[in-house]
């Protein structure tokens, strides 16, 4: 027999196993709500380094639940940032969608949505997670990349929309969208970014200050002046 014809039996002809299902049900999401809440509170706590043993104890659950789940501590961490940016961003998002591509103020509802989006990401648990990553990134990048998709990437994406909605309209003239977008996070989030690597919180005051003149700057240099909302005001 020509020894380069596998044999029937070569373990290389099985096929690779198929994983189990992700357990479903009303049961099956209230221990995954758990274990996601569980596995916030560890991960903050003692960083991505916490066993899957601490994981399900805090919990409630065996460790067998949480890999049936999440099929990893990785992936459970993947889901973790998911959860903790979907609440972050939910509500600047409802302005950004619902208010700002369509507004007639337009000033108003992008401080709105300014004030949203900067309170959604500087909360101490969000700041916590992203610090978090930012150590891990060199042994686990993929974390990095997670964030970045659930996170800048996203609200990236709906603010490009909703100013290019605003340029269609005649209210902006926004020549380079990407631009646009990342400046406006500088001006705006940026600070407290920097600042919180340190530990140092902004004030209030001086948070409410960075937006207000954040967007006035902003929309000084794209505005049309058709506008009367984008001209600079005390709010």
Known sequence: MDSTVRSSMDPRDTPAPVPPPVPSGARAARKREAILEAARRVFLREGFAA?????????????????????SKENLFRAVIGRTLDDALTDAESVIQARLAESEDVRADLLEA????????????????RHLIAGERRRFPGLGSTWQENGPARQ?????????????????RVPDMDLAVLQLSGLVLSPHLVYGVYGTEL??????????????????YYGTGEDPSARPREN
């Not at 300014?114 to 997670?129: Q, S």
Request: include cysteine; proline fraction near 3%; hydrophobic fraction near 50%.
């Open 114 to 129: 300014c004030r949203t989006w900067v309170a959604g990401l500087t909360t101490p648990d969000v700041m916590a997670l």
């Open 203 to 220: 004030s209030p005051e001086l948070t409410d200050r960075l937006i207000r003149v954040g967007v006035d700057v902003f929309l000084r």
């Open 51 to 71: 066993g899957v043993d601490l994981l399900a104890s805090e919990a409630g659950v065996s460790k067998v639940t949480i890999y049936n789940h999440f099929g």
């Open 156 to 172: 990236h994406a709906a603010l490009a929309a909703a100013l290019g909605r605003l340029d269609e309209r005649g209210l902006l």
